[in-house]
């Protein structure tokens, strides 16, 4: 494989939209979602009223690349080998010796090397982008709850009260029904969650266009709250810079998938029509799958092998899938490499003037975890008299399998000629090669300390 990439060598670019094309104020957005559910589980199900109130403070337990073992109540960071990192029980962090008896530097029990563990199962949840993270948060304070109201509580069954509330916030229906408090709230004041798109990226989509790429937009949200998002952030001809716009894409189904499964389906007034056995020409749809898209891209490039490079944020819906099972050049939209570098707490305001999220803010949810530490590596603790030593997560190492290259943002390369060669990620090439514009502070660190 070249050691190279460059935007100009693809015929079709393709986009997810939420925390991709699309930004969201997050010190704004996480409360409201965090809300979505707590109000759901306090008022429908019973749980004890206190989930309610959140503090800047406890926004820092949220960190990309846990997983929540459901039965036990516990979150784990995992090493690249598979290993516990570090743990808590809820939102109470295991000490060293609690973590070594309950995980002893084995590998974790669901832990599969290759890519046969799934991010989702009946077993544990992985939390990987930006609308689950508040939902961690609000998980390890279920768990605290249940354990102190029951005495030590060791097994715990409240997932099936977190998929409910999901279904009831973020249903196919709840967007034209106004369910739940998310997109009535997001409808109310859009501007207030949602970052337009910079000039700059507007400007980018059009220099792509004129470059004859051909612009896919592939999202998992349904076609009236994707229309709400583009019109907010890209303006009302937004539909002239995609040659096909995807809804409801039920990634990473879209990518996995069979197309007798997951057919395209048509729209009409944002209902999804009757399934159509191929697709045959640019437009709207909703659901589908990633091979009748490639058999139109053939077509619409007369090539036949149209080479197709997608933008994400999420490993688990957008690049794990776009790379394994389609082949795309992937580009990982990562705001942890933003890091704690530009993040400065709020001005404070009194508490009478602040709206109803207000109150609850903390970081902005990419920004170092002090419970957790690094997105991208951790320290091992040596024995005694010998040094800690530092590994890099298992996130950290799906980043450099799976991604072409990984970004802060779309905005951070608009402003490059197109024909711009990145360096990727390889397993010829550092574990840093590939980020652009910089590579994370920790793992830069992590790589002088381990080629010393």
């Not at 990309?64 to 073992?69: E, P, S, T, V």
């Not at 570090?86 to 309950?102: C, I, N, Y």
């Not at 589908?288 to 490639?294: E, F, I, K, P, Q």
Request: hydrophobic content about 35%.
């Amino acid at each position: 494989m070249a050691q190279h990439f460059s935007l100009a060598a693809c015929d079709v670019v393709g986009f997810d939209l939420d925390h991709t094309l699309c930004r969201y104020n997050l010190p704004e957005s996480a409360p409201l979602i965090y809300d979505s559910f707590a109000q759901f589980l306090v008022k429908e199900k019973g749980y004890d009223k206190e989930l309610l109130t959140v503090t800047p403070e406890d926004w820092d337990f949220c960190c990309k690349g846990l997983a929540l073992d459901l039965e036990d109540g516990n979150f784990i960071k995992l090493a690249d080998n598979g290993t516990v990192l570090r743990a808590s029980h809820g939102t109470r962090m295991l000490a060293p010796e609690e973590l070594a008896k309950e995980y002893g530097g084995k590998e974790w029990k669901y832990f599969m090397s290759d890519t046969g563990m799934a991010f989702r199962s009946g077993k544990y949840y992985f939390y990987d982008n930006y609308f689950d993270l508040p939902g961690a948060l609000l998980c390890a304070r279920v768990v605290d709850s249940l354990t102190k109201q029951n005495n030590g509580q060791k097994t715990f069954d409240f997932w099936k009260d977190i998929v409910a509330g999901i279904q009831h916030n973020y249903k196919m229906s709840a967007f034209r029904e106004n369910c739940g408090i998310y997109f009535p709230e997001i409808k109310r004041d859009p501007g207030k969650y949602l970052h337009s798109c910079p000039k700059s990226v507007k400007k980018w989509l059009r220099q792509l266009k004129n470059a004859r790429k051909i612009l896919v937009l592939i999202t998992s949200s349904h076609s009236d709250y994707c229309r709400l998002l583009c019109n907010h952030i890209l303006g009302n001809d937004f539909a002239d810079l995609f040659d096909i716009v995807i809804t409801n894409a039920l990634k990473p189904g879209f990518f996995s998938h069979l197309p007798s499964q997951r057919p395209f389906r048509t729209l009409e007034n944002d209902e999804e029509q009757e399934a159509l056995p191929s697709l045959e020409k640019p437009g709207w749809y909703s659901q589908g799958n990633a091979v009748h898209l490639y058999d139109l891209l053939k077509k619409m490039t007369g090539k036949p092998e149209p080479q197709v490079v997608y933008f994400g944020d999420s490993m688990h819906s957008d690049i794990f899938p776009a790379r394994h099972y389609s082949n795309w050049e992937t580009v990982l939209i990562l705001e942890e490499l933003k890091g704690d570098r530009d993040w400065k707490p709020e001005d404070s305001e009194p508490l009478e003037k602040k709206g109803k999220y207000e109150g609850q803010k903390g970081k902005p949810l990419y920004s170092l975890s002090k419970k957790w530490g690094s997105f991208f590596t951790d320290s091992i603790s040596g024995l005694e008299n010998t040094e800690d030593s530092l590994v890099s997560t298992w996130s950290c190492k799906r980043i450099s399998t799976y991604s072409t290259i990984a970004i802060p943002s779309i905005e951070a390369i608009a402003e490059l000629p197109l024909d711009y060669k990145f360096t990727r990620f390889s397993s010829n090439n550092s574990k840093t090669a590939g980020y652009y514009p910089n590579p994370p502070l920790a793992l830069s660190s992590f790589e002088t300390l381990t080629n010393k």
